[in-house]
């Protein structure tokens, strides 16, 4: 039993010294960030172009006052779920943060001292006869348990998400932002072609003829067909806006809030253990009997 519990503590302590774990570990957070910050891109994106086309309609009227009118009713849904989208994206995006923050401490020097520290004296607790007591076996395991959970409780959880995304979300999150990336640069276009003809329109004087001017916002925009393309392509975008809140809401809020109950019931086991535990009484039995028998 002295023999497992040192060998198992001697890895511990080894691997709380590689620094290609936490670098590792670090890399997966950023690229994790990374992808949140270009969902929240998308998001602010689609809401800031959405508030274009829906401000310069009424440059246009009375001219097209019925086009203007439809593309507003095509937008106004399409433009609520973005907006929810993008406060899910923010929330996604500080949690992510947070678990940075919280991966940056767990690889700071003075914990990995720390750690190293209280292995130390667990092992010696039950090899070295001098200072072999149960209470000190007791307090020392139980402190080495804590500041193992704290070493390595982030870094766990890091490789345990990034494991989560890519098997079951990668090609989820990759297919949604190509495709509302698309529809981004769709409405952009609209945007565009909607500016020139407003600046021609302003260019060909006040007194030309009003259906000659209906005329050449129709020929120019062929606006059936841009309304017919734009709104099959909001109804993909929307399911995929639906994908990446998904995403979202499991690895950045779901999982870790799970990850959370975790360490909180391994932290409440671990200042639970009794000083009578039946684990503790035999490691300390088992140094005594070992003592007896020399």
Excluded: C, H
Excluded at 102 to 125: E, H, M, N, P, Q
Excluded at 144 to 171: E, K
Excluded at 214 to 229: D, P
């Amino acid at each position: 039993m002295k023999i497992f519990v040192s060998l198992m503590v001697g890895l511990f302590l080894l691997a709380s010294l590689s620094l290609s774990l936490d670098e590792s570990a670090m890399l997966l957070q950023e690229e994790a960030l990374e992808r949140s910050f270009i969902a929240f891109g998308l998001a602010k994106g689609l809401n800031a172009i959405i508030s274009l086309l829906q401000g310069t309609q009424l440059y246009l009227t009375p001219v097209g006052i019925g086009i203007n009118i439809s593309i507003g009713e095509v937008l106004d849904p399409f433009n609520d779920l973005v907006e929810r989208f993008s406060w899910v994206m923010l929330l996604a995006t500080v949690s992510l943060g947070v678990q940075k923050l919280l991966l940056v401490l767990s690889t700071k020097l003075f914990l990995a001292i720390l750690l190293f520290t209280s292995g130390i004296v667990l092992v010696s607790s039950m090899w070295i006869e001098k200072i072999q007591n149960q209470k000190v076996l007791f307090y020392a395991g139980k402190v080495f348990m804590f500041l193992l959970l704290l070493r390595f409780g982030a870094i766990v959880f890091v490789y345990s998400s990034q494991m989560l995304y890519s098997s079951v979300l990668q090609d989820d999150y990759e297919n949604a932002t190509v495709v509302i990336g698309k529809t981004q640069q769709e409405l952009e276009n609209l945007e565009e072609k909607r500016t020139t003809l407003l600046q021609e329109q302003k260019s060909s004087g006040f007194f030309e003829s009003i259906s000659a001017k209906y005329e050449s916002v129709v020929e120019k925009l062929n606006i059936s067909q841009e309304l017919e393309n734009m709104q099959a392509s909001i109804e993909i975008s929307s399911k995929k806006i639906v994908s990446l809140i998904t995403i979202f809401i499991v690895q950045s809020l779901i999982f870790p809030f799970l990850y959370l109950l975790i360490m909180y019931a391994s932290f409440k086991y671990i200042f639970n253990i009794g000083f009578n535990s039946e684990k503790i009484k035999l490691l300390y039995n088992g140094q005594k009997l070992s003592k007896e028998r020399v």
